[in-house]
Nanobody
C-alpha cells in the first residue's frame, strides 16, 4: 500500500538546477526515512542522500559534491531533492526510496539501498548542452 512517486526530472543544461519531488502515501507510522539514489547508464546504483523523519536530519554522499540538498514537507508527505549546478555526470535515473526499519537512522547509515523496502519508479535526469 505504500507508494512513492517521483517527479521533476527532465532535460537541463550544465549549470542548471532541478528540484525532484517524492510524494509518499500509505505509511502506517510517521517514522519513515527517505533516501535518494541514482543509476547512470552502465553503472551501479549509488546513494545520493537521505533524510530522517523526526528531526529531519540529513546525510549526503560525495556524489552531489555539495550541490544537492534534501528536505521534507511533512504536511504534504513530500520529500525534495534540490539539485544545483548540474553536471553531465549527474545524468541518471533518480529514485526515492523509503524505510521504516526501526534500527535504521539516516545520519548513522547514510543512503544504503539494501535498507530500503519501498521504491518509486524513478525519474530521468539528463544534463546535456
Amino acid at each position: 500500500q505504500v507508494q512513492l512517486v517521483e517527479s521533476g526530472g527532465g532535460l537541463v543544461q550544465p549549470g542548471g538546477s532541478l528540484r525532484l519531488s517524492c510524494a509518499a502515501s500509505g505509511f502506517t507510522t510517521p517514522y519513515w526515512t527517505i533516501g535518494w539514489f541514482r543509476q547512470a547508464p552502465g553503472k551501479e546504483r549509488e546513494g545520493v542522500s537521505c533524510i530522517g523523519s523526526a528531526d529531519g536530519s540529513t546525510y549526503y554522499t560525495n556524489s552531489g559534491k555539495g550541490r544537492f540538498f534534501t528536505s521534507r514537507d511533512n504536511a504534504e508527505n513530500t520529500v525534495y531533492l534540490q539539485m544545483n549546478n548540474l553536471k553531465p555526470e549527474d545524468t541518471a535515473v533518480y529514485y526515492c526510496a523509503a524505510t521504516t526499519r526501526d534500527y535504521y537512522y539516516c545520519s548513522g547509515y547514510g543512503p544504503q539501498a539494501g535498507e530500503y523496502d519501498y521504491w518509486g519508479q524513478g525519474t530521468q535526469v539528463t544534463v546535456s548542452s
